[in-house]
């Protein structure tokens, strides 16, 4: 029986358990905490100098209002940088190849962005429906545009980062099959194609960092549109 290059973004399961929530703990367990010392060794210290630098950038746009977001968004980059790193591994899933995951991550937060800003500011909130200046005979159709342009934000930013990695996977997997038929018959092929495969590695580790920082600095621009 062949099985499908889908079948490794399956949930993996031990004994009819699935073994989902540990790989959503597991990258938690590898960061170390700092300690109560006055020195902290070098991990613990460029780590902190790490999420400091993209905590500034990523609250910069944002006023003070926004800032309280602050340990929610650097914790939901560290923890979605970390899940799309390890899913690299051999041996290992992704869970952010779920779009299930992704989209109950997208969702509370793009509502919790929205519901803000309708207790905080409900005239600015809902004037983000209808631009400026519009026409009367387009106001009913730009309403309906932008309502639906609304709502289709957490389907955007779950389906992104689904697609991506998926996307990733898949070609790192067809590729490397390629260069494993090929190498008793085309050995020199079978090496360019390893050589792709390596630079394509490469690429995926980039884009599983990118991804995750694409997914918070959109929830920090829909934030900023309601503080």
């Known amino acids: 029986m062949t099985l499908s290059f889908f079948d490794q973004f399956m949930s993996p399961t031990h004994l009819g358990i699935p073994l989902i929530a540990i790989a959503l703990t597991f990258p938690w367990i590898l960061y170390p905490s700092p300690t109560n010392r006055w020195l902290n ?36 980059m560290i923890f979605l940088m970390s899940l799309n790193m390890l899913g690299l591994l051999p041996y290992t899933f992704t869970p952010t190849t779920q779009l299930s995951l992704n989209m109950g991550l997208a969702v509370p937060l793009w509502l919790a962005t929205v519901i803000i800003g309708m207790r905080n500011q409900p005239t600015v909130a809902l004037g983000h429906l209808l631009p400026e200046g519009t026409p009367v005979p387009l106001i009913p159709v730009l309403i309906i545009i932008e309502t639906i342009s609304l709502f289709i934000r957490p389907l955007a930013l779950g389906v992104r980062l689904t697609a991506n990695l998926t996307a990733g996977h898949l070609l ?17 092929v079978a090496i360019l194609t390893a050589t792709v495969l390596f630079l394509l590695t490469l690429l995926e580790v ?3 960092m990118i991804q995750a920082y694409v997914f918070v600095l959109l929830l920090s621009l829909y934030l900023q549109e309601n503080v």
């Open 172 to 188: 790192i997997q067809l590729i490397a099959t390629a260069a494993f038929v090929l190498l008793p018959m085309m050995p020199t």
């Open 206 to 208: 980039a884009v599983a």
């Open 41 to 76: 060794n070098r991990l613990v210290t460029l780590q902190s100098w790490f999420i400091n630098r993209f905590t500034q950038q990523l609250l910069l746009p944002l006023n003070v209002g926004g800032h309280k977001w602050a340990l929610i968004l650097a914790s939901l």
